[in-house]
């Protein structure tokens, strides 16, 4: 099927209608992201300033917001896309992100590390909804939740401290991709949906990992890049 920028999509509980306001909460909600983005931004500039790694998280963070938003309030094609682009660019950047931060790697070694959960993601993703069914569209970020905790574990055993804050992260994670998931399924008990409770956590995910980043991702860490 062609892609076509106005076709009105109807994918959450809340919504009821093809009106600007059909899901208030979903829309509203994506202040949540806004909020995370100003805590790390006043996080980075007490820690000395954002540099190029918290920089670019918190901008996309807000970028996630005002995407989300736009997607929840006109809810058609163009608009969808201006919800998923930024959220797989936030993906990427941190995939590469932990690869020179945390893992000390060079540029050329945190690439060929985000390329490889990349395709550890796509991999994972399609036997998850294999096994599992869509889940609602959640079997993709599971599969992303997955490699992080790997990637966490890595860290965990290495002594860093960036492993059980990225595991926290992913334990918030879990708990907004279940309301995620269980979104269509309970409209019927709960008519205003879950979808909403996964923008709010998905803020205090987001911001929590980016914070993992400012505190533990600097100093040494950013005079090795400097001489790569």
């Known amino acids: 099927m062609a892609f076509d920028p106005y076709r009105h999509i109807d994918d959450y509980c809340e919504r009821v209608d093809a009106a600007f306001w059909g899901e208030p909460l979903n829309a509203l909600t994506n202040a949540a992201f806004l909020i995370a983005s100003w805590v790390c931004w006043r996080a980075a500039r007490r820690a000395g300033g954002p540099d190029w790694a918290s920089g670019l998280l918190i901008g996309l963070m807000a970028t996630i917001g005002v995407g989300s938003f736009l997607f929840h309030t006109l809810a058609n094609g163009w608009s969808l896309w201006a919800d998923v682009i930024p959220i797989q660019l936030a993906i990427v950047s941190y995939f590469y992100i932990i690869g020179v931060r945390f893992y000390g790697l ?28 869509p889940m609602n569209g959640s079997s993709g ?3 992303v939740a997955l490699v992080i905790l790997a990637l966490a574990a890595g860290l965990a055993l290495r002594g860093h401290p960036a492993g059980g804050a990225i595991a926290a992260g992913m334990g918030i994670f879990a708990v907004s991709l279940t309301l995620r998931t269980m979104d269509m399924a309970w ?42």
């Open 106 to 133: 060079p540029r050329w070694g945190a690439g060929a590390l985000t390329a490889g959960a990349l395709a550890a993601i796509f991999a994972l993703g399609t036997a998850l909804t294999a096994a599992l069914g």
């Open 141 to 143: 970020y599971l599969a």
């Open 187 to 228: 409209c019927e008990a709960l008519p205003i949906g879950t979808h909403f409770m996964w923008h709010v956590l998905n803020g205090v995910t987001l911001g929590w990992l980016t914070l993992a980043v400012i505190r533990h991702g600097g100093g040494a860490r950013r005079a090795a890049e400097a001489g790569r």
